[in-house]
């Protein structure tokens, strides 16, 4: 391969600065902006955490529960606001943490006995659709 057109070295070879490799720093630009991404989140999620009232201070909660709780609330708000409109009295918004365990414990315990009762009934490899039955997913649906 001629290289007379670089001066006689062959692209990348030749001293940095003079169409040599430069150094890749985009490695350190993702892992600064996903630190960012991560603290923006978590910063969100705090704050979110702050206005669902009635949770104990000494409660951890994930930021799936801290979703489901905070639609709970604005539900409750949306409902509070109906009966303002009615005259009608409302109750506080109660956090219910441990009943949404109960009930994702339950629908844990379901599945797992569907799964069971799936694999020891079909014990043979089927062909075509594969993954969960359909009843499975119904009923994760219905969550």
Same mark, same amino acid.
Request: with cysteine; aromatic share 4%; charged share 35%.
């Given at each position: ?45 705090? !704050? ?35 009966? /303002? /409109? ?14 949404? /365990?109960?009930?994702? !414990? ?12 799936t694999v020891s009934s079909n014990d043979k490899k ?18």
């Amino acid at each position: 391969m001629d290289h007379s057109h670089y001066g006689g070295v062959p692209p990348g070879n030749g001293p940095p600065g003079l169409g040599g490799p430069r150094p890749v720093k985009r490695r350190g630009t993702a892992n600064r902006k996903e630190r960012r991404r991560t603290q923006s989140i978590n910063s969100a999620f705090a !704050e979110l955490r702050e206005c669902i009232p009635n949770v104990p201070a000494d409660t951890k909660l994930s930021k799936i529960k801290t979703l489901r709780l905070a639609t709970s609330y604005i539900a409750y708000l949306m409902d509070l606001l109906a009966k /303002d /409109d009615q005259n009608g009295e409302a109750e506080a918004f109660k956090a219910e943490i441990k009943k949404t /365990d109960v009930k994702e !414990e339950k629908r844990k315990k379901e599945l797992n006995e569907i799964l069971k009762s799936t694999v020891s009934s079909n014990d043979k490899k089927t062909k075509g659709r594969t993954g969960w039955p359909q009843h499975v997913w119904a009923l994760e649906l219905k969550q």
